[in-house]
């Protein structure tokens, strides 16, 4: 996405064919005089009544500067414009017009002042210029728009690199999109290891990938079990970004599974094409270091992808087996379905010995439980950590990508208890499912006193208007970020 920064409004105004106007109710007033009563003749104009009384979303007026024609999309929020809902109101906009519209497109925030909110509406413009059709034979002379540029108005320096930032993050969630977004049949651990050494050269972090070797001679034995079916060896990717003055290290981890069949505890065929996905964690945590890398924050942050398959073999693990892992502690594999505890197990147990981290933060799309507890508005956020709970909430709230905390009471370890071996993997109660499953991985962080799981099944992958049906949404990258950018140094 190219910016074309212009340092007024008339230069704007001469260069594209259509406006675009985010806005909300209490711009209203400034948006009718700066932009419709320059732009749109009076005989077409509406009252400001009429026009502050707008239901929305979508508005289109015509109007001319200079002798051209200028389409003006307007696009009204009735609540106040913050970080949250201008990403939204920009993604939607974005994806409206990319196929409605021609010619040159110009943004217009003005009179917006705060950085973080034109951060956002730039994430959410180029993350809305996404394009779905991976696969699809594009004829290239079809496109109605230039994509790949944007025109606005910026005289503040500072403004202009918060628009640069947001460019930045929006192409980093269009990578992450597309990693979920690809088949099972299009990736594997080494191709997503492939993807984090081509990030990490382009934009100088480093990358060590422990391959089937490294992850026996290690003892990595719960991520290899899940693998065990799987004609892909299993990888653990790790990518780190160190900035020199950063003073807190923080590891992410990312549940990889490339799809979850979910082994010889087979899932029904009902929306088992939506399987993909089940590596969000493991791609939002990998694109994080890349963004930090691109906007060289001060942070050391480290992000590990346990990453394989889950698939149905005659060497598949098989319900009952008594496994090992890498903290040393024996698993009763009582549903092979609740494969992602296992390999997570094991990625927490290193990340913590191997980086011993002051923060460590996992991301998975774990449990179908968390969406009947909370559904597809928020991710479940588990942690004993009132202080990171607190933190990790306000990033949410602020960038819309929400967590909501659920309980990790001791109890509910009892559920876990095996009679075989060290701990079973699936709760012998029918309820408190991401409960259990927030309490498995506990029992592998080896006490860590800052340490939070966010379940992000409902999240990471829903409808959310690139398509009929459900696709990448990127969580995570905004909301680390965000994080990262208040409490990681
Ligand atoms: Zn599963």
Redesign the pocket.
């Given at each position: 996405m190219k910016l074309h920064a212009l340092s007024s409004p008339e230069e704007l105004l001469e260069k594209i064919d259509v406006l675009c106007v985010p806005s909300s109710k209490e711009k209203a007033e400034i948006i009718y005089k700066d932009v419709l009563t320059r732009l749109v003749h009076e005989d077409t104009l509406p009252s400001f009544a009429d026009f502050s009384s707008l239901k929305g979303p979508f508005t289109v007026f015509y109007g001319h500067w200079k002798g051209h024609k200028i389409k003006v999309v307007y696009y009204t929020d009735n609540g106040q414009l913050t970080e949250a809902s201008m990403y939204s109101l920009a993604k939607k906009m974005a994806i409206k017009i990319k196929s409605d519209c021609q010619g040159n497109i110009g943004l217009w925030l003005q009179p917006i002042e705060q950085e973080e909110v034109v951060q956002s509406a730039f994430a959410g413009w180029t993350a809305g210029h996404y394009d779905l059709g991976l696969y699809k034979h594009h004829d290239k002379n079809n496109g109605k728009q230039n994509a790949a540029e944007v025109f606005t108005y910026i005289s503040d320096e500072s403004i202009l690199q918060a628009a640069q930032t947001g460019i930045s993050v929006g192409i980093v969630q269009r990578e992450v999109m597309n990693l979920v977004n690809a088949p099972s049949n299009q990736k594997s651990p080494a191709s997503l290891g492939a993807w984090a050494s081509r990030s990490a050269a382009q934009f100088n972090y480093t990358v060590t990938i422990l391959d089937k070797e490294n992850l026996t001679a290690l003892g990595m034995d719960a991520l290899l079990a899940v693998n065990r079916g799987s004609e892909h060896p299993a990888k653990c990717i790790i990518t780190q970004y160190s900035h020199p003055e950063a003073t807190k290290k923080v590891v992410l981890v990312g549940k990889g599974?490339l799809f979850?069949t979910?082994g010889i505890s087979m899932k029904g065929p009902r929306n088992l094409h939506h399987m993909k996905s089940?590596m969000a964690g493991a791609a939002a945590v990998l694109g994080t270091v890349e963004a930090c890398a691109r906007l060289k924050l001060k942070v050391h942050v480290t992000a590990i992808a346990p990453t394989t398959d889950?698939s149905v073999d005659r060497l598949s693990i098989n319900p009952g087996d008594v496994i090992s892992s890498f903290a040393g502690k024996t698993i009763e594999v009582i549903d092979t379905?609740?494969?992602?505890r296992l390999v997570l197990a094991d990625a927490l147990a290193y990340g913590i010995k191997e980086y011993q981290p002051d923060v460590i933060i996992d991301l998975a799309t774990l449990t179908g439980s968390i969406i009947g507890a909370i559904g597809m508005q928020a991710a479940g956020l588990f942690s004993k950590n009132d202080q990171l709970i607190e933190s990790l909430r306000s990033a949410g709230t602020a960038t819309g990508e929400r967590l909501w905390p659920m309980p990790m009471y001791d109890e509910y370890h009892e559920d876990m208890q095996s009679d075989i071996a060290d701990i079973r993997n699936l709760s012998d109660k029918p309820y408190a499912g991401s409960v259990t499953a927030a309490k498995f991985l506990e029992y592998f962080t080896d006490k860590h006193t800052s340490w939070a799981h966010l379940d992000i099944a409902g999240v990471g992958f829903q409808p959310n208007g690139f398509g009929k049906g459900h696709c990448a949404t990127a969580y995570g990258v905004r909301l680390l970020l965000k994080w990262l950018t208040a409490n990681g140094n």
């Open positions: 599974v979850d979910g089940d889950n379905d609740a494969e992602g």
